[in-house]
């Protein structure tokens, strides 16, 4: 045995110890049917049980807290996954989506200002999609016009998740309305306290107000919260975009086929030959999924250019299969459970309530048409779909 894998053997050890002996047990019940407030409160206390560790930003650059090897926060992830952790939900976009931008393209000031305060427990949201402007990012219509030694900024952003609770938002917005769609966006961090921000919550159909709704009416924004310079937004929102690939796919694979998987065989009769072939299926292609999300991150520093639409598209469907199989399984019993752990993810055993939020994965981030299109024309190099000027 190589010493690199006696190190690796000797943290995954490390790790398991402190699943056993840190991850509250009872936490699936105790957050079953929870206030937002509680919610919020367990949230930012689990992530900072996890900062005490090392654990909760592994994928950070070590002066900022990280500095974890890719095999060492495989096995993390793993292993968190293997001990049912409750996920970081509220902390999701904060660790992963501004973290990436600011790293990537952040002043030194922004990074100073935000990072460490991300570990703290500033709380992030994503103001991307509007009501016209989904999957199709290049049409949003919001606009910031440059005004002294600031940006006016007004209109609505839409499935915004968190923002009910976020005190900063990545933000697009045109700043050039002449320039191709893709050349006149700038990208901003907005403070959710300003003057003229109005979030409103939108009842799902599970019954959480996960989004929300963002209404910017003449908001002001410093100049020196302009990510990158202005009017190249679509080049510094890849880059948040990009911090789907890897580890977080990862992540989301290994609860799937951990916690996720178990639940869905405690569920079934075994002894019917019909349901004992349809878990063989799904269990080859999550062991599949994670293979694949393995392969990706430890390919992360030089990506394949379509492996995170391939990660994402081949993720949310199996998702959404074997959710739509658990609640086949479930019978009516499972239509009527309205409520289930709010730091879960989407593999709680609640199987309608899982099925209809699988949808989240399957449309937002770019529904499964568009990384269908990203695949074969990124990846394959297949002609290009005739598309409108961007």
């Known amino acids: ?119 703290d427990g500033e709380i992030w949201c994503q103001g991307f999609s509007e009501p016209g402007a989904g999957s199709d990012l290049a049409a949003l219509a919001t606009t910031a016009r440059r005004d002294g030694d600031g940006y006016v900024v007004s209109g609505q952003k839409l499935w915004a998740s968190g923002a009910r609770h976020a005190d900063w938002c990545l933000l697009l917005a045109r700043t050039d309305p002449d320039a191709p769609a893709r050349h006149g966006i700038s990208y901003f961090l907005l403070d959710m306290r300003a003057p003229g921000v109005e979030v409103r919550p939108i009842r799902q159909a599970t019954g959480e107000s996960h989004f929300c709704e963002i209404f910017l009416d003449e908001v002001v924004i410093p100049a020196d919260r302009l990510v990158g310079a202005e009017n190249e937004g679509w080049q510094v929102a890849q880059r948040t975009l990009g911090a789907e690939r890897g580890m977080t796919m990862l992540e989301l694979a290994e609860r799937l086929g951990n916690n996720g998987f178990r639940r869905l065989v405690e569920s079934c009769p075994l002894d019917d030959p019909l349901v004992a072939d349809r878990l063989a299926e799904l269990e080859i292609e999550l062991t599949g999924l994670r293979a694949l999300c393995a392969d990706v991150a430890a390919a992360e520093d030089q990506p394949g250019p379509a492996d995170a639409s391939i990660v994402k598209l081949f993720y949310s469907e199996l998702l959404q299969r074997m959710t739509d199989f658990g609640t086949e399984i479930a019978g009516l019993a499972t239509h009527t459970e309205l409520r289930k752990p709010l730091s879960s993810g989407w593999e709680s055993g609640a199987w309608m309530l899982d099925f209809l939020g699988s949808w989240e994965w399957t449309i937002p981030g770019g529904a499964s048409e568009i990384q269908r299109t990203i695949i074969g024309e990124r990846g394959l190099g297949l002609p290009r779909e005739p598309r409108g000027k961007r």
Request: net charge neutral; charged share 20%.
């Open 1 to 119: 045995m190589t010493s690199t894998a006696r190190t690796i053997d000797d943290f995954r050890a490390e790790v398991r110890q402190w699943c056993r002996t840190r991850i509250p047990a009872d936490w699936r019940q105790a957050q079953t049917g929870v206030s937002e407030r509680e919610f919020v409160d367990f949230q930012q206390s689990w992530f900072q049980t996890l900062r005490g560790a090392g654990f909760a930003v592994p994928h950070w650059p070590k002066e900022y807290g990280g500095g974890m090897s890719t095999a060492e926060q495989v096995v993390l992830y793993q292993e968190l996954a293997a001990h049912d952790a409750p996920r970081l939900v509220l902390a999701f976009v904060s660790i992963h989506h501004a973290a990436a931008t600011l790293l990537a393209a952040g002043t030194d000031e922004q990074r100073r200002r935000h990072l460490p305060a991300i570990l």
